[in-house]
């Protein structure tokens, strides 16, 4: 089973690679479909959405891997493109297990026809008015397209669905500010969590063509809660797949660290902890007060990795760099002289602790590949 479920997941690191038309909020470069699918799911966490919904979201753009991103400023045959996503998504949900789950929640978010898909339509639909609008400098253009989706597009129907969230955006584009309550609060988090796309891992991608941001680490770990629940069946998969998405926002403020450096100590040396904390802090603290408690708890529970959801996640958090490294023939493992004693001892004991057989399938690769 495990070894079709690792394909799947490694197959799912090209969605890194797949470019988009929005840019990130400093306009640095183009935004992936992956770092995408992270911002949409942190927006459906912060607005509520359900565990079904938020799996719908780490999974609506996989397709892309084979069909690339089709911006909506731009005329498609719709035709032509469902029909390709259908061959996409009929490939890369063809697992020998738990598949067929996975491909039911992608094709009713397509319909569109339930309640926890309508709302993961919604996310998806919201976030890049709000990229744009929000960026420091909004380029004309997107500004534009932005307009055009409100008025005629897509987006068009929120003028009913959520009108609270269209207006906040035509007083965007107004050029006045969204207010001071708590949907500006939820937004000015959201607008900060973008940050999260410029901050560059040891781990490359799996092609090797470049490293890793958090962002997109924090997507793909959750989209391993997902396709890995069965392998603890007792455990709150929902709430773990929440901690994903949230656990490294302070990299925000403190940026990466990799395990393997500096002999591993400063992981988890207390200056770097107290940094941390100070991010979750201020990070959190932008939310509505209530809401802020609510995910700080939840960074901190991840943290101390004490709750069976916790120790699962924090569990996976190690498998899947550890995983991605074999997967790219061990290129950061050579960076940073790293031995298979260093690999057992650093992430073994987390991984066993949150599946034993999962550390079973990596511990017999890992001595083949430093073999």
């Not at 929902?238 to 302070?250: E, N, P, Q, S």
């Not at 902890?273 to 509505?288: N, T």
Request: glycine share 8%; hydrophobic share 45%; charged share 25%.
């Amino acid at each position: 089973m495990l070894d079709g479920t690792m394909a799947f997941l490694c197959e799912a690191d090209r969605l890194k690679s797949v470019d988009r038309a929005n840019v990130l909020m400093d306009l640095s470069r183009p935004e992936n479909s992956a770092e995408h699918s992270w911002h949409v799911a942190l927006y459906g966490l912060v607005f509520g959405a359900s565990d079904r919904a938020l799996a719908m979201i780490l999974l609506h753009d996989l397709v892309e891997i084979d069909t690339g991103d089709h911006p909506i400023h731009l005329s498609h045959d719709a035709a032509r493109v469902a029909e390709a996503e259908a061959r996409a998504a009929g490939r890369l949900f063809g697992l020998p297990d738990g598949g067929a789950v996975l491909h039911a929640l992608w094709a009713e978010f397509e319909a569109a026809d339930s309640p926890d898909a309508r709302f993961a339509k919604r996310m998806d639909h919201v976030q890049p008015l709000f990229q744009v609008l929000q960026a420091a400098r909004p380029l004309p253009d997107h500004v534009a397209i932005v307009r055009d989706n409100l008025d005629r597009g897509r987006a068009a129907r929120l003028t009913v669905e959520w009108p609270e969230v269209v207006g906040a955006a035509r007083s965007l584009l107004s050029g006045r500010e969204v207010g001071q309550g708590d949907l500006a609060r939820r937004l000015a988090f959201l607008a900060e969590a973008d940050r999260l796309k410029s901050v560059l891992r040891a781990n490359r991608l799996v092609d090797g063509s470049r490293r890793e941001n958090t962002a997109e680490h924090s997507w793909h770990l959750a989209l391993y809660a997902l396709v890995l629940a069965g392998l603890a069946p007792a455990v709150d998969i929902g709430r773990v797949i929440r901690m994903a998405l949230i656990h490294d926002l302070v990299e925000i403020d403190v940026g990466d660290v990799p395990l393997h450096s500096a002999g591993g100590l400063a992981h988890g040396a207390p200056e770097r902890r107290a940094s941390e904390e100070r991010a979750a802090q201020r990070l959190f603290g932008l939310l509505p007060e209530r809401q802020g408690r609510a995910l700080m708890a939840m960074w901190q529970e991840f943290e101390a990795a004490r709750t069976p959801e916790a120790i699962f996640a924090k569990g996976l958090d190690r498998f899947q760099p550890a995983f991605q490294n074999l997967a790219s023939g061990g290129v950061g493992w050579r960076e940073y002289s790293v031995t298979l004693d260093q690999v057992r001892g650093r992430v073994g004991p987390a991984v066993r602790l949150a599946s034993a057989p999962l550390w079973d399938w990596l511990d017999e690769r890992l001595v083949a590949h430093f073999a």
